[in-house]
């Protein structure tokens, strides 16, 4: 009989049979990133003015759209047990230093199965944050900086 846990505080394991992909998926073009991702905030603006005249009057001016915001998150482990190595923080640190705007640029950000979710993007951001330092877990967000589509 398969153990379903594992002997270390704060581990995950996945159990063998289980089959299919997650339901929720975030492609990057920046590299190899494993994380297990858990939401995402999608934020898209546009540039309008309002300019009230009197007799009730009110024009509309459109300019555009502004640049977006998208935030990933998830949760990973500042330490792990076992081969676990792809949830470790450092993974995501590493991923943040190669692939911020200062080095890398702009990037290719797909969400989801929705064919109309892809994103030239800047990564402008990291925010970790460590809940429990017993069982190793840590909250983690990227910020991206989102280009409107032409």
């Given at each position: 009989?398969?153990?379903?846990?594992?002997?270390?505080?704060?581990?995950?394991?996945k159990i063998p049979g289980c089959s299919g992909d997650?339901?929720?998926?975030?492609?990057?073009?920046?590299?190899?990133?494993?994380?297990?991702?858990?939401?995402?905030?999608?934020?898209?603006?546009?540039?309008?003015?309002?300019?009230?005249?009197?007799?009730?009057?009110?024009?509309?001016?459109?300019?555009?759209?502004?640049?977006?915001?998208?935030?990933?998150?998830?949760?990973?482990?500042?330490?792990?047990?076992?081969?676990?190595?792809?949830?470790?923080?450092?993974?995501?640190?590493?991923?943040?230093?190669?692939?911020?705007?200062?080095?890398?640029?702009?990037?290719?950000?797909h969400i989801g199965e929705c064919a109309n979710a892809?994103?030239?993007?800047?990564?402008?951001?990291?925010?970790?944050?460590?809940?429990?330092?017993?069982?190793?877990?840590?909250?983690?967000?990227?910020?991206?900086?989102?280009?409107?589509?032409?």
């Amino acid at each position: 009989m398969a153990a379903v846990f594992s002997p270390c505080v704060g581990a995950v394991a996945k159990i063998p049979g289980c089959s299919g992909d997650a339901v929720f998926k975030v492609d990057i073009s920046g590299g190899e990133f494993t994380m297990p991702i858990s939401g995402f905030a999608l934020e898209l603006n546009g540039n309008y003015q309002f300019l009230h005249t009197v007799n009730d009057f009110i024009y509309v001016y459109a300019f555009g759209d502004r640049i977006g915001e998208l935030t990933v998150s998830g949760f990973g482990f500042s330490q792990t047990c076992g081969n676990a190595s792809s949830a470790k923080i450092c993974n995501l640190f590493d991923f943040y230093t190669q692939n911020r705007i200062k080095e890398k640029g702009n990037l290719s950000v797909h969400i989801g199965e929705c064919a109309n979710a892809n994103f030239w993007a800047f990564l402008t951001g990291m925010r970790v944050e460590v809940q429990d330092p017993q069982t190793a877990i840590a909250q983690w967000s990227l910020r991206f900086n989102v280009l409107p589509k032409k």
